[in-house]
Antibody
């Protein structure tokens, strides 16, 4: 079964850092784009960023709201994608989901993790 | 920045047809995708590339596109279809955007 599991969420003070992990199983992790999305409490979905596979350079793209503060990386040997979040703000409070476009026919984010809650508060 | 616009809410009775629209200037050139999200759960892809239905999604879900508007249609709505629905697309700059979401209420 293709699966993604996020971890690392929790309560953090404004201005501090936190690193989330997304562990994949059931598929060849290194072949796929990995993306992060988030959803603030009671709000809609927001794309955070993604990292391409090594075959496509392993490069990253970010939403304007997090660019310069958040960094996505990957360790394909461990089937893990990371979201390093620095200089956190209260408005970064959200459930963070990792996703991948597993089925190439769909060309869409069809596999999602269960999400991990990040609360930024003093 | 690019925006997709959805109605905040749509209400229908069971068995009726629900239509949820999503408008965006780049939609004539870029595909749209629809996700269903129930409370406390991760989103589920229900339509890809404007009108295609993933495996396992009921046939009552369909999508269409006309100009700058895409539409998610749910025919013969069932109580289990009550959820938030989000459209997603891109403006071709390697960034993804979502509409604000539409809460579907089954009366």
């Amino acid at each position: 079964e293709v699966q993604l599991v996020e971890s690392g969420g929790g309560l953090v003070q404004p201005g501090r850092s936190l690193r989330l992990s997304c562990t994949g199983s059931g598929f060849t992790f290194g072949d796929y784009v990995m993306s992060w999305f988030r959803q603030a409490p009671g709000k809609g979905l927001e794309w955070v960023g993604f990292i391409r596979s090594k075959a496509y350079g392993g490069t990253t793209e970010y939403a304007a709201s997090v660019k310069g503060r958040f960094t996505i990386s990957r360790d394909d040997s461990k089937s893990i994608a990371y979201l390093q979040m620095n200089s956190l703000k209260t408005e970064d409070t959200a459930v963070y989901y990792c996703t991948t476009p597993y089925n190439s026919i769909y060309d869409a984010f069809d596999i999602w993790g269960q999400g991990t809650l990040v609360t930024v508060s003093s | 920045s690019y925006e997709l616009t959805q109605p905040p809410s749509v209400s229908v009775s069971p068995g009726q047809t629900a239509r949820i629209t999503c408008s965006g200037d780049a939609l004539p050139k870029q595909y749209a995708y629809w996700y269903q999200q129930k409370p406390g759960q991760a989103p589920v892809l229900v339509i890809y590339k404007d009108s295609e239905r993933p495996s396992g999604i009921p046939e009552r879900f369909s999508g269409s596109s006309s100009g700058t508007t895409v539409t998610l249609t749910i025919s013969g709505v069932q109580a289990e279809d009550e959820a938030d629905y989000y459209c997603q697309s891109t403006d071709s700059s390697d960034t993804w955007v979502f509409g604000g979401g539409t809460k579907l209420t089954v009366l």
